[in-house]
């Protein structure tokens, strides 16, 4: 039974069909005309179209004559004519829906349609495949038909450099996988120049096995991640360092607000005792924050108080209640901070630096498609997820297969002999055997027992994508015997016979029945069950499908494998009898629509944490490309000190009290810590001053003091220094927000036990945590500016990050090459990484 949401998808499909074999006839139109072009004049067309498009036209126009043109290219190029039914895809491809058709229907030929189509506006079509091997292969391939007709190919594969993925976006048709396009999104945002940055937008893609991307490949989100900076030694020495300061005279602690300043003079101190020049240089960023949670921990936070150290470790007692909050963590490194005081070891991992999910990846682009054997059974989710909407293309020959009833045992050792006993009959009359499994555990068990049996095979699992090809290409032929994984090989066609030049292996292949897929397992989802099915039946080639199922299967044995055990125990049957009723059929079905079911909700439960951190991230990347590509900074950095003074005096004053009796002292120590404007009591007269007075005349004079530093740097270098600090700040901050919200992320369950829902929790506190990390963004490019200092004869580089993304490529930075005693760097020279760093504190370290 389908669902309602399925069902009213499904209403109406024989009038979409109809609507689109009408536009079919009208490309069928116009092939006539384009058989009598030359190949210059065939060429000339995607000149042709580009300008009509230019003046007007729009692309629905254009697809009748455009598809037309394509389907004569390939006959030429390919030696390949689309089908109707081909032509039909690539009509719903261009409308942004998924095309369901089924395998050895041609799926990378009818994407050629679209993507020419609306390569034609000129901003980029990408194709996503779901490894490097099929990304490469269809590149290559379909390559010959776009270049003859004028366009450009790109490919992305793994291990690329930058330059070279550049010249591969810049191209019309860009190939890759989904995840060196997310993964190349994500770097594309950590870029510290516009030049670095090698996507050029997301305007129209279209995703093959668009189910296993968009779906299975979805659970997972792409990270990149690091060595955090802040790493513990840095940790343990300012623990050591902030206890020899004088409170008073190198920090000054305001108890009431919960906020710790260090003085001029505590700066020298601490500058000593690291051994630097000076704090705020931007290559030594990361240690004002250190010196700042450092203050804290020993300020402001007392054990037994606001933690305790339980087991070696520290753990946050909650203020309100008294009670622990196992695994919250201070944000900001405060937590570090506090560990490193009270000696317990710091927790250290990899730091997330950048992360989205397939998910809101895709939901960029803003036109999506994709297509695939297997869509029809997640079109709710499609619908819901991506705003896609599932059309099922008819075959272009009738569909023969013979699916067969399961076969169900009442025990597994039972079940895995019958499917050796299938596999030798089939084999011993040379028709091919495509055998699925759920596991590489069960595949290798099924070949040891083929061993004994003395059947030659194949194993397939889905480690070595170019064997892979071609061991799953091989399939058809007499006699083969191919054992699978989750059936690993997608992309791939079986055709009868193995080899298209020798028809005879071919037809006798079709006598002895086509290609049969012996199916070991149900699969948790019905889908999975389809694409082995699918892989028979090929444009109309004979075949036959059978499932084997037992009692101890881990589907059969969570949903109904009692009640099935009671009807083959009343019928008496034997152990060693298999049982064939459609009841128990469409009892597995269901059993496999609840699993979809809960499997969705994971999803999606998934996806609606994600779209909080989305909404985020899009706000971050936004501001970082405006720095990048040259934004006034100047004036909104004007803008922050405007922003910053009025939330300070906010905090230490108050317009229901006199001002004699405001905070002046913890004010001015604020002020003078951020701008060392060098202000006190005496610069004012605060008996008669009111809020917006004192808020105009601070911001007047920390204007006038940021001018004279413009003056000090002259204009030019100051609008460097500008967007190197906010592009710093911002990365440094968002870097800890990560941190942080994998944090709540984690604890944020345990709020349902309190009755509260968690996601209202965490939109709640992770809204929260994003203005926090707002105001902290302003307030230290705002330090970072009124204190740098810049070595004028040296070049201001960005600090480089290793990174390593997962299930990608390290990104890490090589270490510098010595070569004799006349090049050998000194210990306390810069280091030639670029990092700004000496090089006994860098790449020497070691």
């Given amino acids: 039974m389908f669902s309602l949401l399925e069902r009213v998808l499904r209403m109406g499909e024989g009038k979409k069909l109809k609507r689109i074999e009408d536009k079919v006839a009208l490309v069928n139109e116009f092939e006539p005309e384009v058989e009598r072009l030359s190949d210059p004049e065939l060429t000339a067309k ?218 001029e003079e505590g700066v020298a101190k601490v500058e000593d005792a690291l051994g630097i020049d000076n704090m705020y240089d931007h290559v030594n960023s990361q240690l004002v924050n250190h010196l700042q949670q450092a203050l804290k921990a020993h300020a402001l936070f007392k054990k037994d108080v606001d933690y305790i150290v339980k087991d070696g470790e520290v753990i946050i007692v909650d203020e ?36 989205i999910t397939l998910q809101n990846y895709f939901r960029m682009y803003d036109k999506l498609a994709g297509m695939t054997g297997t869509a029809a059974t997640e079109a709710d989710e499609f619908m819901h997820i991506y705003k896609l909407a599932t059309v099922v293309i008819p075959t272009n020959q009738p569909m023969i297969r013979d699916d067969m ?56 699992n889905a480690k070595y994508h170019e064997r892979e090809a071609e061991i799953i290409a091989q399939a058809g032929r007499k006699g083969a015997v191919t054992i699978a994984t989750n059936m690993a090989g997608r992309g791939v066609d079986i055709i009868l016979g193995g080899n298209p030049q020798d028809p005879q292996e071919a037809d006798e292949v079709r006598e002895a029945g086509g290609l049969h897929i012996t199916a070991t397992e149900r699969h948790e989802s019905r889908r999975i069950d389809n694409q082995l099915r699918g892989r028979s039946g090929r444009q109309g080639d004979p075949g036959s499908s059978r499932f084997y199922l037992s009692l101890e299967d881990d589907l059969m044995r969570l949903f109904g494998s009692e009640r099935i055990g009671g009807i083959m125990e009343r019928l008496g049957v034997p152990d060693d009898q298999p049982i064939e009723h459609g009841m128990i059929s469409k009892s597995i079905e269901t059993a496999q629509k609840q699993v979809e079911a809960q499997n969705f909700g994971i999803r999606k439960h998934v996806l609606e944490y994600d779209d909080v951190m989305n909404k985020q991230r899009e706000v971050i990347y936004e501001e970082r490309l405006r720095v990048l590509e040259g934004e006034d900074v100047r004036e909104r950095i004007l803008d922050m000190i405007n922003n910053v003074m009025r939330a300070v005096v906010g905090v230490f004053t108050s317009d229901s009290t006199y001002p004699e009796e405001w905070d002046w002292d913890g004010l001015f120590s604020y002020v003078n810590q951020v ?118 004869d040296e070049p201001v580089k960005p600090k480089q990050q290793a990174m390593v993304t997962s299930g990608g490529s390290s990104g890490e930075p090589k270490k510098p090459k010595v070569k004799d005693d006349k090049d050998r760097i000194g210990r306390n020279d810069r280091c030639p990484c670029g990092s700004g760093k000496k090089y006994k504190k860098c790449c020497g370290a070691a």
């Fill in 675 to 792: 701008f060392p404007l060098g202000w006190g009591k005496d610069a004012l007269e605060v008996t008669s001053i009111t809020q917006e007075e004192l808020i105009d005349k601070l911001v007047e004079s920390a204007q006038a003091k940021y001018g004279e530093r413009e003056t000090e740097f002259g204009e030019e270098l100051m609008r460097d220094i500008e967007r190197l600090v906010v592009l710093e700040v911002i990365d440094n901050k968002w870097r800890e927000h990560l941190y942080e919200m994998d944090y709540l992320k984690e604890g944020i369950g345990l709020r349902a036990i309190g009755q509260r829902d968690p996601l209202v929790e965490y939109k709640s506190e992770a809204y929260d945590m994003f203005q926090a990390m707002i105001e902290g963004i302003k307030e230290d490019t705002l330090r970072y500016m009124f204190h740098v200092q810049v070595v004028k």
């Fill in 405 to 460: 009833p399961d076969s169900i045992y009442k025990t597994e050792d039972i079940k895995f002999k019958a499917v050796i006993e299938d596999i030798v009959e089939r084999n011993g009359r040379g028709q091919p055997v495509l055998v699925g499994t759920v596991s590489i555990e069960k595949s290798e068990m099924l070949s040891k027992m083929l061993k004994r049996r003395g059947i030659k095979h194949e194993v397939l």
């Fill in 320 to 355: 309100f209640t008294g009670r622990l909050m196992d695994g919250r963590r201070y944000s900001e490194g405060l937590h570090q901070a506090i560990e490193a005081k009270e000696g317990v070891k710091i927790r250290e991992e990899n730091q997330t630096l950048a992360t």
């Fill in 46 to 263: 995607t000149a042709e179209f580009k300008q009509r498009f230019a003046d007007g036209e729009i692309l629905d126009d254009l697809l009748p004559e455009a598809f037309a043109v394509v389907r004569e290219a390939s006959r030429r190029v390919l030696k390949m004519r689309h089908f109707d039914v081909q032509i039909m895809g690539g009509l719903i491809l261009h409308e942004g829906k998924i095309a369901e058709m089924k395998t050895g229907e041609g799926k990378t030929l009818v994407a050629t349609l679209p993507v020419y189509l609306n390569a034609l506006e000129g901003k980029g079509v990408h194709v996503v495949t779901v490894n490097d091997y099929l990304a490469r292969r269809d590149s290559e391939w379909m390559g010959k038909l776009y270049e003859f007709l004028g366009l450009r190919v790109g490919l992305i594969q793994s291990e690329m450099h930058p330059v070279h993925r550049k010249q591969a976006y810049d191209a019309d048709i860009t190939y890759g996988t989904n995840n060196e396009f997310g993964f190349d999104y994500l770097r594309d945002n950590m870029a510290t120049s516009v030049d670095e940055r090698t996507q050029r937008g997301y305007h129209y893609a279209i995703v093959d096995e668009v189910d296993s991307i968009l779906i299975d490949e979805a659970r997972t989100p792409l990270i990149i991640s690091g060595q955090p900076e802040q790493s513990a030694d840095t940790y343990y020495s300012f623990a050591r360092i902030v206890p020899k300061l004088k409170k008073t005279e190198h920090y000054e602690v305001d108890e009431k607000h919960r906020t710790v300043s260090i003085t």
